[in-house]
Every structure is written in structure tokens, then in C-alpha cells.
T-cell receptor, first 113, second 115 residues
Framework: QQQVKQSPQSLIVQKGGISIINCAYE??????FPWYQQFPGKGPALLIA?????SEKKEGRFTISFNKSAKQFSLHIMDSQPGDSATYFC????????????FGTGTRLQVTL | GAGVSQSPSNKVTEKGKDVELRCDPI?????LYWYRQRLGQGLEFLIY????????KSGLPSDRFSAERTGESVSTLTIQRTQQEDSAVYLC?????????????FGPGTRLTVT
């Protein structure tokens, strides 16, 4: 049973555009929602994370929007740059599980010139 | 400072052979996690260590998979009698303590190919 569903599978955005990746979860016990960025041949690296007590978190060009009632959260990358081209994973965890992460299937983002 | 390191970076093995994958976490990190990433899929949790003990082994897919951690440092993931479906990238992560207040830092992974 996949507990975190991610879409789209791939995304092509022009430089300067907005990249939007969506995730939906099922387990209402989840209380921590990070996004990871992965470049080829590298391990994932934490990009930004949110907890359900806020609806939005912004760090530079990256924003997480969170909708607790809909059990959905999304990553917005403003002013997308070619260097943002990577695979992005959403994830979720809850405190009772020592924060083992449940990941979405990933979105391959390509930012074109 | 040094990040999480894993070895080997690539491993090709024949079906039925045993393999050992190694993880060196960040020094001082008490929590260590193993994940598996199949081609085109997200990461799947395998096992979690707090110190040298493994309170959560719920993600290990079969009894062919085992892991240990010694000296609250190095961890080894062993796959016995490998099968083609074991082909994946195996990722290790460590954090200072368990819990979402502490970031999980991932290693580069070991790409396992079973022929």
C-alpha cells in the first residue's frame, strides 16, 4: 500500500517558470513532511520540510503548501533554474516511528533554457 | 566534515550469491537507517538502528536480508542468496538522534545488480 502518492512523474519547465509537484498522503498520523532533492549518482538531500501546524513554509525560491484537510502538500519552485534539474521526492513520517520516512515515487524535473 | 559514506559504490553479483553492503555514518550520529530505491521508484524503508540495536526491522523484505551495526558506527546490510528482484540502489542515512527534529543525511548509495 503506497501511503504517499506523488505527481507528476516528470516535469519540464522553462527557465524562470514555476515548478509545481504535488503529493497526497493517507496516514493521518504523519506529522512531518520533508522534500528531498536528488542529483544523479548522489543520495537525496533535504530541501525543505513542514509540519501540519502551518499551511505554508517558504525558503528562498522553494515553498511548501500544506492542506491538512485534503491530506495534500506541494512543492513550488519559483524562478526555476537549470541547476534545479533533479529528481524531487516528497516524504512523510510520524514521531512514533523514529522518523522512518515514507517516500513518494519521485518527480524528475528538467528546467530548460 | 565527512558525510555518510557507503561501499562499494557498485556491486554486480550472480543470482544466489551473498553480498555485504557497508555504511559509515556521520561520526556521533546515533540513528542509522537503510532504504532501498528501485529503478523509477521512491525509497523504501528497510531497517532503523538506534545505537547498536534495531528497534524497527519492519521494512526488511524477507529473511534473506539482515543488518547489524557495531560500535555505534559502521553498519552492514547483508543479502543472502540474492535474487534479481534485489537489484536496486541501497541507501544509508544517519541522524544525530532519531526523530524528525534531526535531519537524515543520506550517503550516495550502493547500486546492486544481480545477474
Amino acid at each position: 500500500q503506497q501511503q504517499v502518492k506523488q505527481s507528476p512523474q516528470s516535469l519540464i519547465v522553462q527557465k524562470g517558470g514555476i515548478s509545481i509537484i504535488n503529493c497526497a498522503y493517507e496516514n493521518t498520523a504523519f506529522d512531518y513532511f520533508p522534500w528531498y532533492q536528488q542529483f544523479p549518482g548522489k543520495g537525496p538531500a533535504l530541501l525543505i520540510a513542514i509540519r501540519p501546524d502551518v499551511s505554508e513554509k517558504k525558503e528562498g525560491r522553494f515553498t511548501i503548501s500544506f492542506n491538512k484537510s485534503a491530506k495534500q502538500f506541494s512543492l513550488h519552485i519559483m524562478d526555476s533554474q537549470p541547476g534545479d534539474s533533479a529528481t524531487y521526492f516528497c516524504a512523510a513520517s510520524h514521531g512514533g516511528t523514529a522518523s522512518k520516512l515514507t517516500f513518494g515515487t519521485g518527480t524528475r524535473l528538467q528546467v530548460t533554457l | 566534515g565527512a558525510g555518510v559514506s557507503q561501499s562499494p559504490s557498485n556491486k554486480v553479483t550472480e543470482k544466489g550469491k551473498d553480498v555485504e553492503l557497508r555504511c559509515d555514518p556521520i561520526s556521533g550520529h546515533t540513528a542509522l537507517y537503510w532504504y532501498r530505491q528501485r529503478l523509477g521508484q521512491g525509497l523504501e524503508f528497510l531497517i532503523y538502528f538506534q545505537g547498536n540495536s534495531a528497534p524497527d526491522k519492519s521494512g526488511l523484505p524477507s529473511d534473506r536480508f539482515s543488518a547489524e551495526r557495531t560500535g555505534e558506527s559502521v553498519s552492514t546490510l547483508t543479502i543472502q542468496r540474492t535474487q534479481q528482484e534485489d537489484s536496486a540502489v541501497y541507501l544509508c542515512a544517519s541522524s544525530f538522534q532519531p526523530g524528525s527534529s534531526y535531519e537524515q543525511y543520506f550517503g550516495p548509495g550502493t547500486r546492486l545488480t544481480v545477474t
